[in-house]
């Protein structure tokens, strides 16, 4: 099993900046890719930024240039640089992480509890 927490969520005014971590912990286990989700009242969860182990980035269109996603594969730990936030960037941001876990020698997605970022318009 993996555990993933997130932090760094908050009310920030529009134009300002966050910077949200996740760390994965658990047993054993081998992280390939860790990302940041998100999802606001009456929306459908959406892809924020991935990355890869290896450090391959993927981010949505309406956040690239503004948003930055970055790993620590050490200490299992990915993070994400929110600038110039918007209004619309207002989201229950989780983070997900696939991993292969030994325990049930299965590779599979994992997610955090979430943590709230809020903008001001």
């Known amino acids: 099993q993996v555990q993933l927490v997130e932090s760094g969520g908050g009310l920030v005014q529009a134009g300002g900046s966050l910077r949200l971590s996740c760390v994965a912990s658990?047993?054993?286990?081998?992280?390939?890719?860790m990302g940041w989700y998100r999802q606001a009242p009456g929306k459908q969860r959406e892809l924020v930024a991935t990355i890869t182990t290896r450090g391959s980035t993927n981010y949505a269109d309406s956040v690239k240039g503004r948003f930055t996603i970055s790993r620590d594969n050490a200490k299992n730990t990915v993070y994400l640089q929110m600038n110039s936030l918007k209004p619309e960037d207002t989201a229950l941001y989780s983070c997900?992480?696939?991993?292969?876990?030994?325990?049930?020698?299965?590779?599979?997605?994992?997610w955090g509890q979430g943590t709230q970022v809020t903008v001001s318009s």
């Open positions: 997900n992480c696939n991993a292969y876990d030994y325990d049930s020698q299965i590779t599979k997605n994992y």
């Open positions: 658990g047993s054993f286990f081998r992280i390939y890719a």
